[in-house]
């Protein structure tokens, strides 16, 4: 969201007060916005699922694809949280929007954030591949318990597909810009994973927290300021790597400008960044298998199989 950085873009910067902990809070969640995303949810959550991920708060955009009934069919309710997230809120006073998925990441820490050990915001088109170990939470025991990691994007494009092609998105996928911290417009970003019962100041990209302020970690064990984290010292991906499936092929790249983003200025705007970010991509790339590595050596499946049942009902957010 870095071309909303201008003069009246809107509000994208949230202050809250932690929530307290619950007795016994443990695991690590992942809040997501979404909107129609029923042809890419399922590996998503799948996959995330087999890495450790207890729960799943889910904001929804208003979908009209079946995205929520995907969701439902694959996880438990004890595993899923849906909160209706549809329109856009305006700041009167200012006449500035406010960020609709800013301010949900901040009703998710709010609400929910007491629960978890640790909670990562991260989109449907990003996974988080733990490269050393089987779950998320065992790649983070490096970071100890310091409460902001920032992990750089690796930006896959197109994988010279023109069309989309059959089967997951992270086993077709495999090219990627060569450099994640280079110093371009769009291709260069973080997402984090924080302490949520430590964090005091919330955007997409980062966080504040009560006890170190703008101090983030890599999740090699390595602080810095958030400026930082642009600094070639600050790169890793020894042991989590964040894999964003930027743009899909062209045909699904085409598609998502057409549908257009909920907090964009106007559509020529996206149609714009998106089109300038892949050609950042693409003019170095380097071969990355290790996310189609992991799910094989793993056997983790990405799909129901045939036949398989629905998932048993449980009570509540446990």
Known sequence: ML????????????????????????????????????????????????V???????????????TCDVLQSVLNPSELTIVPWAGRIVCSKLN??????VLALAHAILNFGGRFRRMAFIDVDEFLLPRQHATIEEALKTT?????????????????HRSRPSGPVVLNFTRRFSDPLAPTEFATNFKCIVDP??????????????????????????????????????????YLQLNHYYSKSEEEMATKIARGWTYAVSA?????????????IQRSEVEDCTMVDFIHS??????????????????GLS
């Open 144 to 160: 100890g318990d310091f409460p902001n990691v920032s992990l750089p994007w690796h930006m896959f494009g197109t994988s010279g």
């Open 197 to 238: 019962c430590e964090v005091i100041e919330v955007t997409v990209h980062q966080f504040r927290t009560r006890q170190f302020d703008d101090q983030t970690m890599n999740d090699a064990g390595y602080r810095t300021s958030r400026r930082g984290r642009k600094n070639p010292r600050f790169y890793s991906n020894a």
């Open 298 to 315: 793993r056997g983790i499946e990405l799909h129901r199989p045939a036949g398989m049942a629905h998932p048993a009902p449980s009570a």
């Open 268 to 280: 020529e705007r996206l149609r714009e960044k998106m089109h300038s970010t892949l050609r950042d």
């Open 96 to 101: 500035q929007l406010i960020d609709g998925q």
């Open 3 to 50: 071309w909303f950085g201008r003069k009246n873009a809107g509000i994208k910067t949230l202050s809250i007060t932690p929530p307290e902990p619950h007795p016994g809070r443990h695991g690590v969640a992942i809040a997501v916005c979404v909107k129609d995303e029923a042809h890419y949810i399922e590996e998503w959550i799948r996959f995330h699922r087999a």
């Open 52 to 66: 450790g991920v207890r729960h799943f708060i889910v904001y929804d955009n208003g979908s009209t694809d079946g």
